[in-house]
C-alpha cells in the first residue's frame, strides 16, 4: 500500500491584523527614549525603547522575520529620537 503525503496545516502563518499590530507595537516601543537633562544644557538620551523592544523580539513566540523587527526598531529610534516625546528628567 502507497502512503500519500498530505498536507500539515502550519501554526507560523499569522493573519495580516495580526503582522500590522507587531509593527506598531515596535514602532511605538522603538520611539521611546528618556532623556535626562543636568544642570546647564548637558542632555543624555537613553534608548529605552529600544532596549525592550530587543529584548521582546529575541523572547517572542510568534516571530515574524527577525530582521524586520530590528529595522523597525531602529527605525522608530531615530523618529523617537527628533520627535518631542518621550521621557524628559531634569536633574
Do not use: C
Not at 511605538?28 to 543624555?44: D, R
Amino acid at each position: 500500500m502507497v502512503k500519500r503525503k498530505t498536507a500539515k496545516k502550519s501554526n507560523s502563518t499569522q493573519a495580516d491584523g495580526i503582522f500590522a499590530l507587531k509593527l506598531v507595537l515596535y514602532l511605538i516601543l522603538g520611539s521611546l527614549w528618556i532623556k535626562v537633562t543636568k544642570t546647564g544644557h548637558l542632555q543624555v538620551p537613553i534608548p529605552v525603547g529600544l532596549i525592550v523592544g530587543i529584548f521582546f523580539s529575541a523572547h517572542e513566540h510568534f516571530r515574524i522575520d527577525r530582521k524586520i523587527e530590528y529595522a523597525m526598531l531602529l527605525i522608530a529610534m531615530m523618529v523617537g529620537y527628533w520627535a518631542p516625546f518621550g521621557l524628559y528628567i531634569s536633574h
